[in-house]
């Protein structure tokens, strides 16, 4: 009995762990990707989608690049993940990648 409640224990600590760790968007510049979108769009055709929905999927790639500098391989795998998720266009899922990973170059 009291080996199963040390194990639920256990449990029940990593996962409380799990969800209170910090992602990668803690760290992820808002201001600073809604200035870069906003600055290049017209290079895209526009935004096409409002700032909101912008900063949500960009808080999401920035996630899944793991922060700021990712791979190219991993942007790669990102903008085709967005283009067919959220039915983007891949220059604009391109803009969404390149400001997640880089909003001020």
Excluded at 45 to 54: F, K, Q
Excluded at 57 to 62: D, F, N, S
Excluded at 79 to 92: D, M, N, V, W, Y
């Amino acid at each position: 009995m009291l080996k199963i409640r040390i194990a639920a224990l256990s449990a029940t600590t990593a996962a409380l762990a799990l969800l209170l760790a910090p992602t990668a968007s803690a760290e992820f510049d808002r201001a600073g990707y809604l200035r870069c979108m906003v600055s290049d769009s017209m290079s895209v055709g526009g935004l096409g989608i409002d700032s909101s929905t912008a900063a949500k999927m960009g808080a999401q790639a920035y996630d899944a690049l793991g922060g700021a500098s990712p791979s190219k391989a991993a942007q790669e795998q990102e903008i085709a993940a967005l283009t067919k998720q959220h039915g983007l266009s891949e220059p604009l899922a391109t803009l969404i990648v390149r400001c997640a990973g880089n909003p001020r170059g």
